[in-house]
């Protein structure tokens, strides 16, 4: 079947593949909801949602059901286009990422080989860190617009540690890079495969990374842009029915999106640990999808170390979080990518 | 009519399109807005010319960096329709005047120019993906390579001394 010299079986495969991955997000992100509050409510000693269904676990669509038939308010003054393009963005912005992490390997059907990767595009790691940059609007545009000095404060500190927090990112990410000898997601994961977690020769650059995602997704203690105590409500004080809904629901997506990332760049993707799966001479489809249950349980780990911070740790204080996006993390960055490049020529000219 | 082609003659009517919406918006974050929109469609040609990383390093480096400081610059101005001030109208007609002329030159410096029939190739050769690349720049271009960052080094360093000058000043202003 070819029209217009594209192969629409391709297209096809890519498209359910977009699909089955998207509502996969959004159905997780709905669920870390209720994660959170069922966490929050063991941490401090209560019971948490329990009226909504068995254990309260129809509490996430009765959360949704109710956000959409809230009124929606759009300010009189504000410009009505980006009032509405923000949280459209940051929806958006935080749903793209998912196209270039290997989510398991190939599944064979109808006599297709389909890899469980939307994109596996060479500069991989370079496109999740344009998707990053590009997430600051959603909160820029979505805060100005409301035309509130508090929305807009907000907003500018959301960008400003945003910012800050990218650098920091990138450079932990080099020390990867140079493990690798690939931008590559897929070639990543094998060389992890092959020689061992990079968390084991990164440390350092998984801790840093680690702190930087919590900072990219406003989660405590970096959720500065949404501080009550001074601003109010944050960068969505004007923000009523399910845009706000949007602008909530991006958090958790982003949540599970650089959980996903950090499962994959640094604790093998879908490699099972300690055994060597290839040996097993079990059907490629069974193994394939055992790995994308590996690759979920690592990132249901992460989702919980994300949950467990935020009740356990307070907010920083603003001039804090700088002084530890600058001055700590930054040098910290570069000396871990200088050390780790040295230590591979050393190793190199002693082979 | 390939994909490609159609590809391209899409991107191309919006980078204009968007291009135009920059200085056509009365709202400068609006323009903004549109020149993000320009930097996609331009990183799309790049994609189109299989330079995968030149596409992306355009969207973080142009979309995501400096757009971002564009519009922290504009949104702390808080510019308004009242605020803009009134424009002279000899101004106005200066302005035409000097874009003609930059316009004659342009058609003037291309009329000759080889390149106007020589189309660029799609979707083949590979100097644009990261290894190729990288290689070029570190072999055959290493010491303009280095140049540039020693020029950007220079920049880093006077937007520092240009930030301490005035934290200074103000101390000593606070003191005395």
Same mark, same amino acid.
């Given at each position: ?140 545009? =979505? ?25 920091? *990112? ?63 409500? =944050? ?19 982003? *949540? ?5 990332? *950090? ?17 097993? =001479? ?39 979080? *700088?002084?530890? =996006? ?26 | +009519? ?15 399109? @968007? ?9 400068? $974050?609006?323009? $903004? ?16 010319? &299989? ?15 400096? +757009? ?9 101005? &808080? ?16 302005? $035409? ?14 009329? @000759? ?8 190739? +799609? ?8 290894? &190729? ?15 540039? @960052? $020693? ?16 934290? @200074? ?8």
């Amino acid at each position: 079947m070819h029209l217009l010299s594209i192969d629409w079986w391709f297209l096809l495969e890519k498209l359910v593949l977009i699909m089955v991955i998207i509502s996969l997000s959004l159905v997780i992100a709905m669920y870390t909801t209720y994660a959170e509050r069922k966490v929050a409510a063991w941490l401090q000693d209560r019971r948490g949602p329990n009226r909504a269904g068995p254990w309260g676990i129809l509490q996430p669509l009765a959360d949704g059901g109710k956000l959409f038939f809230k009124e929606e308010i759009i300010p009189l003054v504000s410009s009505k286009f980006l009032f509405i393009l923000g949280p459209s963005l940051a929806m958006i912005t935080a749903l793209l990422t998912s196209a270039v992490i290997p989510w398991g390997t190939s599944i064979h059907l109808f006599g297709r080989e389909m890899p469980l990767q939307i994109a596996d595009v060479n500069i991989g790691i370079l496109y999740i860190f344009g998707v990053v940059s590009l997430g600051v609007y959603g909160i820029m545009i =979505g805060g100005w617009a409301s035309n509130n000095k508090f929305s807009l404060l907000a907003a500018i500190r959301a960008a400003s540690q945003m910012i800050s927090y990218e650098l920091a *990112m990138g450079l932990a990410l080099i020390a990867v890079l140079m493990l690798a000898g690939s931008l590559q997601m897929s070639v990543i994961v094998q060389n992890q495969i092959d020689h061992g977690w990079h968390v084991i020769y990164q440390p350092l650059g998984f801790v840093i990374f680690f702190i930087c995602a919590l900072a990219e997704c406003n989660r405590t203690p970096f959720d500065l842009a949404e501080a009550e105590n001074e601003l109010n409500f =944050g960068y969505h004080q004007e923000y009523s029915s399910m845009k706000l809904g949007f602008y909530l629901f991006a958090e958790y997506i982003n *949540m599970f999106i650089s959980s996903a990332v *950090m499962a994959t760049l640094f604790f093998g993707g879908y490699d099972i640990p300690f055994v060597n799966e290839a040996s097993w =001479g079990i059907s490629p489809n069974l193994l394939a999808l055992i790995g994308f249950a590996v690759l979920m349980a690592k990132i249901f780990f992460f989702l919980f170390v994300f949950i467990w911070i935020r009740w356990t740790i307070p907010r920083f204080r603003y001039d804090q979080l *700088m002084n530890l =996006g600058w001055k700590g993390l930054i040098p910290l960055s570069l000396a871990n990518m200088v050390l780790t490049a040295v230590v591979m020529l050393i190793l190199k000219k002693l082979n | +009519m390939g994909i490609t082609q159609i590809l391209f003659w899409f991107l191309s009517a919006l980078a204009l399109f @968007s291009a135009v919406m920059v200085i056509a918006s009365r709202n400068p $974050v609006y323009s $903004v807005l549109w020149l993000i929109v320009v930097f996609f469609a331009i990183s799309g040609h790049y994609l189109l010319l &299989n330079a995968q990383f030149l596409a992306i390093v355009n969207i973080i480096v142009y979309a995501g960096a400096i +757009m971002v400081l564009f519009l922290f610059v504009i949104m702390l101005m &808080n510019l308004h329709k009242s605020s803009e001030p009134k424009r002279n109208k000899w101004l106005n007609i200066a302005g $035409v005047l000097a874009g003609g002329c930059l316009l004659l030159v342009l058609v003037a410096a291309l009329k @000759s120019a080889e390149t106007k029939s020589s189309m660029a190739v +799609m979707g083949t050769g590979d100097i644009g993906l990261i290894e &190729n690349l990288g290689k070029a720049l570190f072999t055959d271009y290493v010491i303009p390579f280095e140049i540039s @960052s $020693v020029l950007f080094l220079s920049a880093m360093v006077g937007a520092v001394v240009l930030g301490k000058k005035e934290s @200074s000043f103000r101390s000593e202003k606070e003191s005395a």
